[in-house]
């Protein structure tokens, strides 16, 4: 694959970080319940180095993954860092011994995660650190983040992080961090069933504000449409390089992370914007979430 590919490229807003589109999630690269070691260290290892390998230059991380168990492997397969790669790490979660996963928002507990960051990364300051807001399960809730945002801000003061993004967060949010910081990245579930975020993305795009969508697949329960089998099978693609295609497709704001602690699966998902998209197989995709929100009543 040539490096040229891989989604065309994105710069984050009022920054000099320019990436793919397409990127890579490194949540699955821990054990079961993204929590310990995983069974393969090397495989994990080699799936960072062949996507690093292969142009990707955005990889998405936090020190909770594991905890710290994916970052020490993201160090060990690929410092020191090559020239032009953006490591996008969050802050706001802990995950006690209990395996379970916990607020962490304090400005105490916020500084001590970059410190966590920056250590088992092995890096002096974090590209961009997202403020990931811990909501109804993995839904978004409303409520002031401005104490926290402001946290980040002071720390990026101390040149310990370059840029802030935020996930997780409502639109009233994101307005409620613009007023206090400039925003670069905004990380929410989304995806073909899964699009709440529709009015965001556009109004993000119209900013140059890049929006990177988590559980791009489904998350912890993947997409299952029989439209998207159809589509799939008709392009003589997969499925999931479907799902992925279409967010490419989506809006040019749109940046991807799909994980994966498989290289055949890797090799899949940096294939995705080979795939052409016809605005009538595009209308078809469109059906999955109105299909989508009637099976849920």
Known sequence: MSKATLGGRFTFAGTSLTVHRIGYGAMRLSGPGIYGPPKDPDVAVAVLREAVEAGVDHIDTADYYGPHITNQIIRQALHPYPAGLVIVSKLGGRRP???????????????????????????????????????????????????????LTELRRKGLIRHIGLSNVTPAQVTEAQAITEIVCVQNNYNLAYRHDDAMIDDLARQGISYVPFFPLGGFTPLQSSTLSSVAKNLGATPMQVALAWLLHRSPNILLIPGTSSLEHLRENLAVDTLTLSPQTLAELDVIAAEAVVSQH
């Open 97 to 151: 011994p209990d395996k379970s996963w916990q607020p962490a928002i304090s400005p105490a507990e916020l500084e001590a995660g970059v410190h966590d960051n920056l250590r088992n990364l092995g890096l002096e300051a974090l590209d961009i650190v997202n403020y990931r807001v811990m909501g109804l399960g993995h839904g978004t809730a409303e409520g002031s983040i401005a104490e926290q945002v402001s946290a």
